[in-house]
C-alpha cells in the first residue's frame, strides 16, 4: 500500500515502516502504538499503522493518516 502524495515518513515507501513502529500525528501529536491498536475506529492490537484501513484518520483531531510520522526510539 503506498499513499499518493504522502508527506508523512518515508514519503510514503512504506517498506520502510517496520511493523511495529509507532507513528505520531504531526497536527495532534497523537500516537499511534501498534501494540494497541485503536478503539475509537475499532482496530485490534497487532495491526501494523500499514495495515490500518484505508479509512482510518486521527482518532484524536481526524487528520489524514499521511500527516503520521515514525517515532524514533
Same mark, same amino acid.
Given at each position: 500500500? %503506498?499513499? /499518493?502524495?504522502? =508527506?508523512? %515518513?518515508?514519503?510514503?515507501? &512504506? %517498506?520502510? #515502516?517496520?511493523? !511495529?513502529?509507532?507513528? =505520531? $500525528?504531526? #497536527? $495532534?501529536?497523537? +500516537?499511534? &502504538?501498534?501494540?494497541?491498536? &485503536? =478503539? +475509537?475506529? /475499532?482496530?485490534?492490537?497487532?495491526?501494523? @499503522?500499514?495495515?490500518?484501513? !484505508? @479509512?482510518?484518520?486521527?482518532?484524536?483531531? !481526524?487528520? &489524514?493518516? !499521511?500527516?503520521?510520522?515514525? #517515532? =524514533?526510539?
Amino acid at each position: 500500500m %503506498s499513499f /499518493q502524495g504522502f =508527506e508523512g %515518513s518515508y514519503l510514503g515507501d &512504506d %517498506s520502510r #515502516i517496520e511493523a !511495529d513502529a509507532k507513528l =505520531e $500525528c504531526k #497536527i $495532534c501529536w497523537y +500516537v499511534y &502504538d501498534p501494540l494497541k491498536g &485503536d =478503539e +475509537v475506529w /475499532q482496530v485490534p492490537p497487532g495491526t501494523p @499503522f500499514v495495515k490500518l484501513p !484505508d @479509512f482510518w484518520r486521527c482518532p484524536e483531531c !481526524d487528520g &489524514d493518516r !499521511d500527516q503520521f510520522m515514525v #517515532i =524514533e526510539e
